[in-house]
């Protein structure tokens, strides 16, 4: 029994005698290493739980988003205290206390009830946070960006109130944002929603490095630098976007729900990366409205887009929740459109629609959302979001977490079924709720959110093996050919060829009646 790492080599050589005739099977056993979907125990591997964290510094907190930086470490964003709060981890899950903050992790007070949505790290290794600020009982866009250290970034709106700090409020109502990312020119683009004659609309915004409004985005809008798109046209609907994504040729996509055409359905938006315009050439006029809903159901957030991603052809996967009986109902959901028009990819699951349920929970209803989407380095669709799992008395939320194929059916090579469920205070049952999903290098998937247990709410983290290990085997014979009473001798070779170590490893050689071995 042996240990593969990465890239590493085993070779084994043994003799045999050939009694009358030759014949030699090698038999392959134990090839032991974890599954795609299983917890990586090598991360917080002396926690509670290996592969999960529960909270940090024993505060009540809570994780929105999460993104790598080029060493590999851990950004997660969300609140603390009613704070933004960003902590950061080592590789493998233990708190960044020697570089990160005082104690791995840092909060920074707006001057009232604030939380951070969305986290992404530049290419100068700074961390830009987003979510929104109660600034004189309005909620207020705010973006803000912190150096390597944690410290604030001085040099992030230097004029403002706190440097480092930005906060906007493009309608005089409540406006706040939910998702970001940064373009090739390290702009920092953001989506969300803004209230503008007592309705909320998608809100898409963009700001220069320097945390000032690019006024070339959107330029003849009431604000220069932000759009707010109404899908109904007439100000007699409502939306909110939770997803921004920029594709291969700088144009943005922003999704979400709206209630435009009915009780709310999937909904996107492509912009141009020049100026903010509509991209016409998308949909109806640069909106794309997908219906999931099963007929007749009447609930008002029928369908809601949380999440979506970009494929290497800028087809834009998108996941959430819909209602699929009208019963009221809600599964896990995902859609692919494609890049050409923004319509309904009809290769994709059932004419571009897939729809998952975890299981059914103690009141016989089966709630649950996806509320996050990658796209692994083979291709395949991970969301991350929760689900039920029942008790003898009550329904309890978990994290979860499928695998798609690229064609949009589960991946039966991952967990169970193509799904994976994770109770974070195991083994007690405690409300579990994942908002954010990263994959890294290695292809390992963390996934992040809250946990609630005995009424405290904190951070929460797991780590999951994404891809295995590629453990092969060769045996060659010398001499090939051989008298009777001669030896022969074999090797056999193991080799891992990542992205994952592999344990346990046992390889077993059985020899047939006609060989004896010899040394």
Do not use: C
């Not at 946070?129 to 866009?141: D, R, S, T």
């Not at 798109?229 to 994504?245: K, L, M, P, Q, R």
């Amino acid at each position: 029994m042996f240990d593969l790492l990465v890239g590493s080599f085993r070779r084994r050589s043994f003799s045999a005698r050939l009694l009358h005739s030759i014949s030699a099977t090698v038999a392959l056993g134990g090839l032991a290493f974890a599954a795609d979907g299983g917890l990586d125990p090598n991360f917080n591997k002396n926690g509670p739980l290996p592969g999960t964290i529960a909270g940090t510094t024993g505060t009540q907190g809570s994780a929105s988003s999460v993104a790598h930086d080029s060493l590999g470490r851990i950004v997660v964003a969300g609140s603390a205290t009613f704070d933004f709060a960003v902590a950061r981890f080592k590789s493998d899950g233990t708190p960044d206390t020697a570089s990160f903050g005082l104690t791995g992790n840092v909060t920074t007070d707006l001057g009232g009830t604030s939380a951070a949505h969305a986290v992404a790290v530049d290419q100068s290794g700074r961390i830009v946070a987003a979510g929104f600020a109660n600034i004189g009982g309005v909620e207020q866009l705010a973006v803000v960006r912190y150096l390597s250290s944690g410290l604030l970034d001085a040099s992030f709106n230097p004029a403002g109130a706190i440097p480092g700090v930005v906060t906007t409020n493009p309608t005089g109502a409540n406006a706040s944002i939910r998702a970001l990312a940064l373009d090739a020119a390290g702009r920092i683009v953001v989506a969300g929603s803004a209230k503008s004659g007592g309705k909320d609309h998608f809100l898409v915004a963009r700001y220069n490095s320097n945390g000032s409004l690019d006024a070339t985005f959107n330029p003849l809008g009431v604000m220069p630098g932000v759009a707010i798109i109404d899908f109904s046209g007439v100000n007699t609907s409502s939306e909110t976007a939770y997803a921004v994504g920029i594709d291969s040729q700088g144009r943005i996509v922003a999704g979400g729900t709206t209630n435009a055409t009915g009780n709310g359905d999937f909904a996107l938006v492509r912009l141009s990366g020049a100026d903010g315009s509509r991209d016409s050439t998308f949909g109806f006029q640069g909106l794309v409205v997908a219906d999931l809903s099963a007929q007749g159901a009447t609930q008002a957030n029928s369908d809601v887009m949380y999440a979506l991603t970009l494929d290497a052809n800028d087809n834009i996967v998108a996941a959430g929740s819909s209602v699929v009986s009208q019963t009221g109902v809600y599964n896990w959901a995902a859609t692919r459109h494609l890049a050409s028009r923004g319509q309904l990819d009809p290769s994709f699951g059932n004419n571009g629609v897939t729809t998952s349920s975890f299981s059914g929970g103690f009141s016989g209803t089966s709630d649950e959302s996806a509320r996050a989407v990658k796209i692994d380095q083979e291709g395949k669709i991970v969301l991350a979001g929760w689900t039920i799992t029942s008790s003898s008395l009550q329904d309890f939320q978990d994290f979860g977490v499928a695998r798609l194929t690229a064609t949009g059916t589960l991946d039966g090579a991952f967990g169970s079924g193509g799904k994976v469920r994770t109770n974070i205070a195991t083994p007690f049952a405690s409300d579990d709720y994942a908002n954010g999903l990263a994959i890294d290098g290695q292809g390992r998937i963390v996934v992040v959110g809250t946990t609630e247990y005995s009424g405290t709410v904190k951070l929460a983290v797991a780590r999951y093996i994404g891809v295995s290990a590629d453990v092969r085997v060769t045996k060659t014979a010398a001499p090939l050919l051989l008298t009777v009473g001669g030896t022969v001798t074999y090797t056999i070779a193991v080799n891992n060829f990542g992205p994952h170590a592999s344990t346990q490893v046992v390889v077993t050689d059985n020899l047939p009646s006609t060989l004896t071995f010899a040394s």
